[in-house]
């Protein structure tokens, strides 16, 4: 095996408060070639991985009364979950990624990039430029060539739509926003209240299953979230996803995300399904959300609010801007903070913006979270307390362009210099002159599993501890299919 630098994952571990001892239980075989970047996205992506698979080991131990298992990170499965979205097929079928209203705009004086594959945004993008929503590209080419950016990005948001103005990392660190993730730590965790000291039962079953008998509420949407949550159901947690009946997921998505949960809706607004949301918060060990900050708060969701109805809860949040800043209310996607952040500036040329190999943005705040979350509940169970983890793709953003960089990237590797010819970008490489094996595909880390959806070809979890879990334990049903109750 080559050896990788830890350092990322130490860093991460760090931040979520791990004992930095059990780094030395993480191995990591590198792969040539895997998600190749001028940034070092392969070096965030084991990173993320790698703490995530730590905190299941460490919970793992607490519950078994045995050593922290060993962890192996393989970066093609990672770089093959990183990009499950796109390695999805159903019935052989390849899904839908981006809508043709979703991509980058020329302006009058630069770019800007908007996002509308849900037929709500379609319709606020386009009513903020005056066009009805069956309008084609071309003429939502001509009138954005026409204004600035700048201008784009405001009127879009003031209707409710979706648009990010090209920034270079200059532009964004001068950027109110942009200042205001950049005083902010990797991610928040935080004992926010007392709780009763939680003991969860001992585990002795086959495959080892950290999270097995904990109830997760499952408010999130798109990826982040979803792909947080997918890992805890993968753990063995009960997981019960809650979305308003009049906003369904992209189905598409929700296959690739569904993996080991359940889906039911709810209309929060409606006296019985409240009712119904209540009892289910009063079961829940855990509760996640992934709306804008503040979205939730006048159902009760805020946590402080939790935290008084669900004493020793753990709480995540996750957001696109996080929770200070001129921003921290508006909606976002990896596409559109990758842009605000200067990530299409680097990855991309004189003549067009690029972007990273892999929604990286998301898939790897949404291992951190759940590594947050893991970390939270080993702790509660040996001191009480409620648990409070915030996460949003702009700090995870930063992590990837700022100073703290250096620890994702191979030691000798030029962070400036474009991914080399052969594909190989840094983070990618080894970093003992000894030859790495090379990523000739997703081939290895990619299942096929029949479920309701029909047969799907998926990826396969991007880490493996010893006696964990290899596959998910059900296939994803229909969006909304299942009943608001726990197991």
């Avoid at 904990?214 to 947080?228: F, H, K, N």
């Avoid at 081939?443 to 010893?466: I, N, Q, V, Y």
Wanted: some cysteine.
């Amino acid at each position: 095996m080559t050896h990788t630098s830890l350092n990322g994952t130490r860093a991460a571990w760090a931040a979520l408060g791990g004992d930095p001892a059990l780094v030395s239980r993480v191995s990591v075989v590198p792969r040539a070639g895997a998600l190749p970047a001028r940034l070092p996205v392969m070096g965030l992506a084991r990173a993320c991985v790698g703490v995530c698979a730590l905190a299941a080991a460490e919970s793992t131990a607490y519950r078994t009364g045995r050593e922290v298992p060993r962890v192996r990170v393989d970066d093609g499965a990672v770089a093959t979950a990183f990009t499950s979205e796109r390695q999805l097929l159903v019935d052989g079928r390849a899904p839908v990624s981006f809508a043709p209203l979703s991509r980058f705009w020329r302006t009058a004086d630069g770019w800007v990039r908007t996002h509308a594959n849900y037929p709500h945004h379609r319709a606020a993008l386009t009513a903020a430029l005056g066009l009805t929503p069956s309008v084609d590209v071309d003429t939502v080419g001509a009138l954005l060539a026409e204004r600035s950016a700048v201008d784009v990005e405001d009127a879009v948001y003031a209707a409710g739509g979706l648009a990010v103005a090209l920034r270079s990392p200059r532009e964004w660190a001068a950027h109110p926003q942009g200042a205001a993730v950049a005083g902010r730590p990797l991610l928040l965790r935080e004992r926010i209240d007392e709780g009763p000291a939680r003991p969860l039962p001992p585990l002795d079953g086959n495959p080892a299953l950290p999270a097995q008998g904990l109830r997760v509420l499952d408010l999130t949407r798109v990826i982040a979230g979803p792909v947080a949550t997918r890992t805890l159901a993968l753990l063995g947690a009960d997981v019960l996803r809650v979305d308003p009946p009049g906003l369904p997921e992209l189905p598409d998505q929700h296959a690739d995300t569904g993996f080991g949960k359940r889906s039911a809706t709810l209309d929060l607004g409606a006296r019985a399904d409240r009712r119904t949301f209540d009892d289910l918060l009063e079961r829940a060990d855990v509760v996640v959300t992934g709306y804008r900050p503040g979205a939730l708060d006048h159902f009760g969701l805020s946590p402080e609010a939790l935290a008084g109805r669900r004493p020793g809860a753990v709480l995540a949040q996750l957001s696109a801007w996080g929770a200070d800043g001129p921003w921290a209310g508006r909606r976002g996607f990896d596409s559109l903070v990758q842009v605000a952040t200067g990530i299409a500036a680097v990855e991309g040329s004189a003549e067009r913006p690029g972007a990273l190999p892999a929604q990286a943005l998301d898939h790897g705040t949404g291992h951190l979270l759940a590594a947050a979350v893991l970390r939270s509940l080993t702790e509660r169970s040996l001191t009480g307390g409620t648990y409070l983890a915030r996460l949003a793709l702009a700090h995870t953003a930063a992590w990837l362009t700022g100073p703290a960089a250096e620890d994702l990237a191979e030691p000798g590797e030029d962070l400036a210099e474009p991914a080399e010819a052969d594909g190989c970008g840094p983070g990618g490489g080894p970093s003992d002159g000894r030859p790495a094996a090379r990523y000739d595909g997703p081939g290895p880390w990619l299942a096929e599993t029949d479920g309701p959806l029909g047969r799907l070809r998926h990826a396969l979890p991007p880490f493996s501890f010893a006696g964990g879990p290899a596959n998910w334990a059900r296939p994803p049903g229909p969006w909304g299919g299942d009943l608001p109750r726990w197991l």
